[in-house]
C-alpha cells in the first residue's frame, strides 16, 4: 500500500526555520520524481519543490527552502529558512513518475505550516 507521510510542520515566527519531512512506502522510491507542493486559504495548489533529474524551486522560495531526499530511507525533506507569513500552507508532499504511457501520482494527506508574529 502506498503512503506518503509529511512531518514537521507546526507554528513559526517571521524568520524562523523548519524541517518537513516526507517518510514514502510502497512503491520504488528511488525512481520517483518528489514535489513539495502547498496550498494556502483560498488559493489554488502550488508546486514548491521538486527533486528528481533536477532541482527545482517556485521563484518565492529560492534561496530561502532547500529540498532534498534519501533514498535510502525513503524520504524527503523541505529545509524551510527565513519563513515569512506568506509562507503559511498546508503543505503537501507528492511522488510523481510517468512511465511509457502512465501517469503514477501519489499525494501525502499534508502538514499546515504557519508563519506568524
Known amino acids: 500500500q502506498v503512503r506518503l507521510a509529511e512531518s514537521g510542520g507546526g507554528f513559526m515566527q517571521p524568520g524562523g526555520s523548519l524541517r518537513l519531512s516526507c517518510a514514502a512506502s510502497g512503491f520504488t522510491f528511488s525512481a520517483y520524481v518528489m514535489n513539495w507542493y502547498r496550498q494556502a486559504p483560498g488559493k489554488e495548489r502550488e508546486l514548491v519543490a521538486t527533486?528528481?533529474?533536477?532541482?527545482n524551486y517556485v521563484d518565492s522560495v529560492k534561496g530561502r527552502f532547500t529540498i532534498s531526499r534519501d533514498d535510502a530511507k525513503n524520504t524527503v525533506y523541505l529545509q524551510m529558512n527565513s519563513l515569512k507569513p506568506e509562507d503559511t500552507a498546508v503543505y503537501y508532499c507528492n511522488a510523481r513518475l510517468d512511465f511509457f504511457q502512465r501517469t503514477f501520482d501519489y499525494w501525502g494527506q499534508g502538514t499546515q505550516v504557519t508563519v506568524s508574529s
Open positions: 527533486i528528481g533529474g533536477r532541482i
